[in-house]
Every structure is written in C-alpha cells, then in structure tokens.
Nanobody, 124 residues
Framework: QVQLKESGGGLVQAGDSLTLSCAGSGRTFSNYVMGWFRQAPGKGREFVAAISRLGFTTSYVDSVKGRFTITKDNPKNTLYLQMNSLKPEDTAVYYC?????????????????WGQGTQVTVSS
C-alpha cells in the first residue's frame, strides 16, 4: 500500500495562487491513479482533479477547469495541485488520494488510500 502526506496549504487572498504537494511512500506512484479532493465545512468530500498512472490523462471538476492543474512526478513519488485565481469558495481541506485501478475516475469511494489533508483558506 501507499502512505500519503499533503503539504502546502495556507491562508491566501482571492486571486492568489497556491501549490499543494502530496508525498508518497511505500509503493511507487506509477502504480496508482492519483486524485485531489476537498471538503468544505458542513459539506461532503468532493472530487477536484485526477491524473492517470503515467500522467497522460487528467480530469477536473468544472469549477476549477482553467484555474487548477494536477501533475505528478513519479520518480519523486510526489503529486501536485497548482491552484491559480483562487476564490473564497475554494476554501476547504484538500486531500490527496490513490487508487490501484488504471482508470481515472471521480467518485470518492473509488479511491483506496488517503492523506490526512491540508487546509486552504481563501479570504475575499
């Protein structure tokens, strides 16, 4: 199995940029489809972005398309989420996740391994 740990969260202003990282240990990232999810206060965990095992295929929720970019560095076992033009509605705890199946999917319950999350707060 793989262990995941997010970093890079913080407090920023609307319009700012932030890059989240997710470091993995235990198994190589090239074995996993990886995703970013977020959970705002009082809401369920939602899909943000996902990337295929070798990084050639990505998927995004409509609300972040054109603003967020997901990438992965397999030799470094690290997943990234570049977030630009941040909005107050992006405020949430952000989680990285991994699944062993090769198909890029969006449902939360399709991912097997999770980090503990990092807080992103965007002020208006």
């Amino acid at each position: 199995q793989v262990q995941l740990k997010e970093s890079g969260g913080g407090l920023v202003q609307a319009g700012d940029s932030l890059t989240l990282s997710c470091a993995g240990s235990g198994r190589t990232f090239s074995n996993y489809v990886m995703g970013w999810f977020r959970q705002a206060p009082g809401k369920g965990r939602e899909f943000v972005a996902a990337i295929s095992r070798l990084g050639f295929t990505t998927s995004y929720v409509d609300s972040v398309k054109g603003r967020f970019t997901i990438t992965k560095d397999n030799p470094k076992n690290t997943l990234y989420l570049q977030m630009n033009s941040l909005k107050p509605e992006d405020t949430a705890v952000y989680y990285c996740a991994a699944r062993q199946s090769p198909v890029v999917v969006t449902p939360v319950d399709e991912y097997n391994y999770w980090g503990q999350g990092t807080q992103v707060t965007v002020s208006s």
